[in-house]
Each structure stands twice: as C-alpha cells, then as structure tokens.
C-alpha cells in the first residue's frame, strides 16, 4: 500500500497501524506526534489507528537540547 510521509511517497505493508509504522521507523520510546490526512491521531488510539492507501502523514519527533 501507498502512503505519503512527511512529503515523501512510501510502499508500508498491509496491515499497518500507526504503533507498527513508528516502530518500524525506529521512533518507538520517543515523543511523537503523527497527523494523519489532517487530524492529530492521540498516542492512546495509535495501535488500534489503521493506516489505508492513500493516507498522509506528518511525523514530528521531539527532540531534546537545550
């Protein structure tokens, strides 16, 4: 199935729910905040979020420094 990421057109396997493609992407364990086609999907409901073809997302990875 065909997404676009963060701009960027991908190729992710079906089934895929949000919690599988963050840790896939290896941002398991850090903030993130994921949009999906305009809608800020909530850290509680990413595993249970299923992604369909076609769908956009923003992924934002909060990073720490100061």
């Known amino acids: 199935m065909k997404i676009v990421m963060n701009g960027e057109s991908r190729t992710i396997e079906v089934p895929t729910s949000v919690a599988d493609l963050i840790q896939t992407l290896g941002y398991a364990g850090k903030r993130v905040a994921v949009e999906r086609n305009g809608e800020i999907v909530?850290?509680?409901v990413h595993q249970?979020?299923?992604l369909a073809d076609g769908d956009h997302l923003e992924i934002v990875v909060a990073v720490g420094g100061g």
């Open 42 to 44: 909530p850290r509680s």
């Open 48 to 50: 249970q979020t299923m």
